[in-house]
């Protein structure tokens, strides 16, 4: 047990609005939206960052793709498309160390990212 909000809000200890759940992957919505949808994808495992999965996270790496793509769905992002972001470190400016997937759309989105 961590006390990461992440980890509290997997289960189920703080609100959050739930798009998709699974066994081991929940999606929901920032709190802080940066585009009209923008949809958090998390593990419910507590893994800090992307370079800390191993070989023993594949299967739920498969998971959490499948839970992108029905969170992708359900928020009407499939015809024209989104953005999936992982920030990794503080260059990238992760804020929360518990793995998750910006999953960004409802809008053209600009290239580069700052
Ligand atoms: P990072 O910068 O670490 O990649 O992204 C963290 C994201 O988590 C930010 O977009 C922020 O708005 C979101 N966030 C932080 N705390 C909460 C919270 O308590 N609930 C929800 N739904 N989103 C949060
Ligand atoms: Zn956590």
Same mark, same amino acid.
């Given at each position: 047990?961590? &006390? !990461?909000? #992440? !980890?509290? @809000?997997?289960?189920?200890? @703080? ?8 066994? *081991?992957?929940?999606? #929901?919505?920032?709190? %802080? =939206?940066?585009?009209?949808? %923008?949809?958090?994808?998390? =593990?419910?495992? %507590? @893994? $800090?960052?992307?370079?800390?999965? *191993?070989?023993?996270? *594949?299967?739920?790496?498969? &998971? ?17 498309? #989104?953005?999936?972001?992982? /920030? /990794?470190? $503080? #260059?990238?400016?992760?804020?929360? &160390?518990? +793995?998750?997937? %910006?999953? +960004? ?6 290239? $580069? $990212?700052?």
């Amino acid at each position: 047990m961590t &006390d !990461c909000i #992440f !980890c509290r @809000i997997a289960r189920r200890e @703080i609100p959050a609005e739930v798009v998709e759940e699974t066994p *081991s992957v929940l999606a #929901f919505k920032d709190v %802080h =939206p940066q585009a009209p949808v %923008h949809v958090l994808v998390i =593990p419910k495992k %507590h @893994i $800090p960052r992307l370079m800390d999965l *191993s070989e023993e996270d *594949s299967a739920l790496l498969a &998971d959490v793709h499948r839970v992108v793509q029905e969170a992708a769905r359900r928020m009407g992002l499939t015809d024209d498309g #989104f953005r999936l972001v992982v /920030n /990794n470190g $503080p #260059f990238a400016g992760q804020a929360v &160390d518990h +793995l998750h997937y %910006h999953v +960004l759309g409802g809008r053209k989105l600009g290239w $580069p $990212p700052g």
